[in-house]
C-alpha cells in the first residue's frame, strides 16, 4: 500500500550534506516528495509503498553523513498526497520558529565515547554533554536559551570548559549545560537521613552496591528522581511496592544495554529504532515466552509486555555499566503525583520509601517523566509524551486565526496545550488532577508555556466536565472560555494529528467523559465533516452505582449491568451474590431503585470491567484500567466467534449489548475458557464498529480514546476495517488516552458541534 510518511528531524542536520544525502537515498528508492530546512532541523515528505518508506527511515539513521547529528527523529503517516518528484525544497523562513524550547536529549555516541576514556578529562563525567545531547527543557528558567537563563548559570564554567564554549569549531560551541569536573556539578549519595555517605565516582559505585543488596534507592536523572531496585530481586521489589503503595501496576525498566534487552524481549527494527533513539523513551515490548534472563514476576504481574528504556543521561549509563542487570526505573512518587525534581523534597516526600538517594546539585527547573510509546502495525503509538518530545508542537495546517488559545486538557493523564501562531505546543504528560502536588505542577506547567512562549492566552477551551480541576481552573484566567465535549476532543485529535481530510466516522471509547446530556459517555461516534461535528450514534446506557467509586470496582459494572437487563433479579446472579457484603448488597439495592448514585453511562471502559467481573477476572482493581487489560491479555488470537448484538437505527443508532453479556454468561456458566470468552467480546466489539461504519456509509474510521490502548482490540479493528476498504487512522505522536485531549480541544475550538437534545432522554 503506498503511503506518505512525514519525518520531523531535529539537531545539526544543516550545511552537512543532509540534504542531497536524503535526496540521493530517495531517488534511489524512487520515492517522491521534498526535504526542506526549518529552523530546528529538517521536515522530509516521502510517498512510497510502507515497506519501502520503513527501510527509507531505517537508511536515514544508519547512513546519515557523518558530521550530521541527529538530536530528535519524529514520524507519522499518512495518505499520499500525489507528489510527482522527488524535491529540495527552499528553508523556511520563520522568526518565530528559533524560540522553540528543544528536549532533552540523551547522551550522543561522541560524549559517551569521551566519558568512557581513561585519558579524557571527562572521564566518568556524568553531567557530559555538547550541542547534540544534553538536557535543555529541564533546566530552561527563562528565554532566551542562554546558560544565564538555565540552572547552570551558578556554575562557572573553568578556562578550559570556557574556551571549548567559545570556539566555533568545537561540539561544545555555545552548548549551555558545558562542564567538567572542574567546573561542573557532582554526584552525592545519601542516606535517607540527608547525610552525605559518598561523592562523585564512588557514591556510584556504593550506590550500585545497595542495589545489589536489595536496596531501594532514589536517583536524579533528567526530569526528575527514579525509584530503583533490582529487577531480579523479589523481596526488594515486594518492599518498593509497600512503600510506594503500588500493589501490582506495572513498573518500568532500565536495562544495561540492547543485548540484554533482546535476552528478554522480542525487540523489531522499530522498536529497536525507538530504544535506541535520541529520545529514549520507554518501549512496550512483548515479552519472550520464554528466557533464563527473566525479570521478577513481580514487575508487571500476568502482563505479556513490559516498559522497557535504555540508560540515557551519562549518568544513567555509568550507573547500569557498573550494575550489569536491568533495574526497575519507576518514577519517583506516590501514586499518580508528579515525580520529585528537588532532592530536598524528595529527601521529605520518598523517605519513607527510598534508602538512600543518589543527588547532584544540577537544579532541575520542570519534572519531566519518560515517556512511553509502542509500536502498532509498524507505527509509532505514544502512550504518554513527556521527555524528548515535550514541549515541541505538532505540526498542523490551523487556520490563520492568531488567537492564543490554551487547552486545559481533562482530569486524568492529564497534559496542557497551547496554540500560538500556527503551532500547538504540547506539554509534558503532568499527570491526575487529584492531589494537591499534581494541581500545583498543572498550575507550573501553564506558567511556564506563557513564560516561554511569550504569549498571554485570549481563549481557554476546557472539558465539558464541570468538575474536573482543569475546567475549574479557568476561572483563575479571566479570559474567555469555551468547553469541548470529551469525546469530541479525542477524536479531533486523531482526526488532525493524521490530517484527516473530508468526513469521516469517529469512534471515541474510553472509561469516562460527561456528555452532552450530564450522563457519563465512553462509547461514543461522530460524524464529522471538515469543521462539522455530530454525535451519531452510542451504546445503551446502564447505571453505575456509586458512581466514581464503580471505576475501582468492576463489579459494581456488572451489577449496573445486570441490573438494567434483570432488574432486582440481578441479586440472583453469582457475580453479585459471590462479591458483595450483605450490607453492601441492601446498600446497593436501595440505591439503585430509587436512582441515587447511580448515573448512567454509555461506557465501553466499563463494558470491559462488567464483563472482567462477571468471568471474575478483577472485581476490585489497584490502577486504572487494569481489568480491561486482564481482559485484553486473556483473550486467545485463535478464536475467532463473535457474539449476537443488537443495533436499533432512529434518528440516533444505539447499539445494544444486552445479547453480548447473556451470551457471555451461558459461556461462563458452561465452564467455557475465560481465553474464548474474551476474544469473542473482542471480536463483537469489531464487529460493531464495522457495522456502524457500513450504515453511515464514511470509509474513513478514526479511532481515539483510552480503550484504543487495547491492542488487541486495535489491531483486530484495523484489520478488520482495512480488508473491508476502509481507511483507519488511529493515534501515532498524539496519545489516545486523555493525554491527547489538549490537543484535542485546541482543534475543536473551531469545529461547529451538532446536539440533537431531542436524542437524549
Ligand atoms: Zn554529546
Ligand atoms: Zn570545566
Ligand atoms: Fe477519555
Redesign the pocket.
Known amino acids: 500500500m503506498t503511503s506518505r510518511v512525514v519525518i520531523s528531524i531535529r539537531g545539526a542536520v544543516q550545511g552537512v550534506g543532509f540534504r542531497p544525502f536524503i535526496y540521493r537515498l530517495a531517488s534511489e528508492m524512487k520515492l517522491t516528495g521534498f526535504i526542506k530546512n526549518n529552523s530546528i532541523g529538517v521536515i522530509i515528505e516521502a510517498e512510497g509503498e510502507k515497506r519501502i518508506l520503513d527501510y527509507f527511515i531505517n537508511q536515514i539513521r544508519e547512513k546519515k553523513p557523518s558530521l550530521a547529528k541527529i538530536t530528535g527523529f519524529e514520524f507519522s503517516f499518512h495518505e499520499k498526497n500525489g507528489y510527482t518528484s522527488f524535491q529540495i525544497l527552499k528553508s523556511e523562513e520563520s522568526g518565530e520558529i528559533s524560540a522553540f524550547i528543544l528536549p532533552d536529549i540523551a547522551?550522543?555516541d561522541?560524549?559517551l565515547r569521551e566519558m568512557n576514556n581513561p585519558s579524557d578529562r571527562r572521564y566518568k563525567y556524568p553531567f557530559?554533554?555538547?550541542?547534540?545531547?544534553?538536557p535543555r527543557f529541564s533546566i530552561v528558567e527563562a528565554i532566551p536559551y542562554d546558560r544565564k537563563n538555565t540552572t547552570m548559570k551558578n556554575f562557572n564554567m573553568c578556562p578550559d570548559c570556557q574556551k571549548e564554549y567559545n570556539n566555533p569549531n568545537d561540539?561544545r560551541y555555545h552548548a549551555q549545560p558545558v562542564a567538567c569536573p572542574e567546573c561542573g556539578p557532582h554526584v552525592e549519595l545519601w542516606n535517607n537521613n540527608g547525610s552525605i555517605i559518598d561523592t562523585h565516582h564512588n557514591a556510584i559505585l556504593k550506590l550500585v552496591e545497595f542495589v545489589r543488596a536489595g536496596e531501594i534507592s532514589a536517583v536524579k536523572g533528567i526530569g526528575g528522581f527514579h525509584l530503583m531496585c533490582d529487577a531480579y530481586n523479589d523481596e526488594a521489589i515486594i518492599k518498593m511496592r509497600e512503600r510506594k503503595q503500588r500493589v501490582d501496576k506495572p513498573f518500568a525498566l532500565m536495562f544495561p544495554s540492547l543485548e540484554s534487552v533482546k535476552q528478554v524481549c522480542n525487540v523489531n527494527q522499530l522498536e529497536e529504532a525507538l530504544l535506541l533513539s535520541p529520545d529514549s523513551p520507554i518501549v512496550l515490548l512483548k515479552r519472550k515466552d520464554k528466557s533464563i534472563k527473566a525479570p521478577s514476576q513481580f514487575i508487571a504481574p500476568g502482563n505479556p509486555y513490559l516498559g522497557v528504556m535504555l540508560p540515557y543521561s551519562p549518568l544513567h549509563h555509568l550507573i547500569m555499566k557498573e550494575l550489569n542487570i536491568p533495574v526497575i526505573a519507576t518514577s519517583a512518587n506516590i501514586s499518580e503525583e508528579p515525580m520529585c525534581i528537588d532532592e530536598y523534597e524528595a529527601l521529605d516526600r520518598l523517605k519513607n520509601i527510598a534508602d538512600y538517594f543518589l543527588v547532584h546539585n544540577r537544579p532541575i527547573k520542570r519534572h519531566i517523566d519518560d515517556s512511553v510509546v509502542r509500536g502498532v502495525k509498524g507505527k509509532v503509538m505514544m502512550l504518554r509524551r513527556a521527555r524528548g518530545y515535550a514541549p515541541l508542537p505538532i505540526e498542523y495546517d490551523t487556520n490563520e486565526n492568531n488567537k492564543i488559545i490554551l487547552a486545559m486538557g481533562g482530569q486524568l493523564k492529564n497534559s496542557i496545550a497551547m496554540k500560538v501562531g500556527k503551532n500547538v505546543f504540547l506539554s509534558q504528560h503532568i499527570g491526575d488532577l487529584e492531589t494537591y502536588e499534581a494541581t500545583r505542577a498543572y498550575t507550573r506547567v501553564i506558567d511556564d508555556f506563557k513564560m516561554l512562549y511569550k504569549a498571554e492566552p485570549e481563549l481557554a477551551v476546557k472539558d465539558s466536565h464541570p468538575d474536573y480541576f482543569s475546567t475549574k481552573f479557568v476561572d483563575n484566567l479571566n479570559i474567555e472560555s469555551k468547553s469541548i465535549q470529551h469525546h469530541i476532543a479525542h477524536i479531533a485529535s486523531c482526526k488532525a494529528e493524521n490530517q484527516v481530510k473530508g468526513s469521516c466516522l469517529g469512534v471515541s471509547w474510553d472509561g469516562t467523559g460527561y456528555g452532552f446530556d450530564k450522563t457519563i459517555w465512553g462509547g461514543e461516534f461522530f460524524r464529522v465533516d471538515e469543521n462539522v461535528c455530530e454525535h451519531i450514534a452510542s451504546f445503551r446506557q446502564f447505571p453505575l452505582p456509586g458512581g466514581e467509586t464503580a471505576v475501582r470496582e468492576p463489579r459494581r459494572s456488572a451489577l449496573g449491568l445486570l441490573y438494567e437487563m434483570y432488574g432486582s433479579s440481578a441479586f440472583n446472579y453469582p457475580v453479585i451474590h459471590n462479591n458483595f457484603e450483605q450490607k453492601e448488597i441492601s446498600v446497593l439495592e436501595k440505591m439503585l431503585a430509587n436512582k441515587t448514585n447511580c448515573p448512567l453511562t454509555s461506557s465501553v471502559g466499563r463494558l470491559f470491567d462488567a464483563v472482567a467481573s462477571i468471568l471474575d477476572i478483577n472485581q476490585i482493581i489497584n490502577f486504572e484500567g487494569q481489568a480491561a487489560m486482564n481482559l485484553e491479555f486473556a483473550a486467545s488470537s485463535n478464536e475467532k466467534g463473535v457474539y449476537n448484538y443488537y443495533i436499533y437505527h432512529n434518528d440516533f443508532i444505539t447499539i445494544d449489548w444486552q445479547p453480548i453479556i447473556e451470551e457471555i454468561l451461558l459461556d461462563s456458566n458452561s465452564g467455557m475458557n475465560n481465553s474464548i470468552i474474551s476474544a469473542k467480546f473482542h471480536n463483537t466489539l469489531t464487529e460493531i464498529i464495522h457495522e456502524i461504519a457500513k450504515s453511515v456509509n464514511e470509509d474513513k474510521i478514526v479511532l481515539s480514546g483510552g480503550c484504543f490502548q487495547n491492542v488487541y482490540l486495535l489491531e483486530e479493528v484495523i484489520n478488520k476495517l482495512e480488508t473491508n476498504d476502509f481507511n483507519v487512522y488511529w493515534h501515532q505522536r498524539v496519545p489516545t488516552n486523555d493525554g491527547g485531549i489538549a490537543f484535542g480541544q485546541i482543534i475543536a475550538s473551531e469545529w461547529n458541534i451538532k446536539s440533537k437534545i431531542s436524542n437524549y432522554k
Request: neutral net charge; contains cysteine; aromatic residues 0%.
Open positions: 547522551i550522543c561522541d560524549c557530559i554533554n555538547c550541542t547534540n545531547c544534553g561540539r
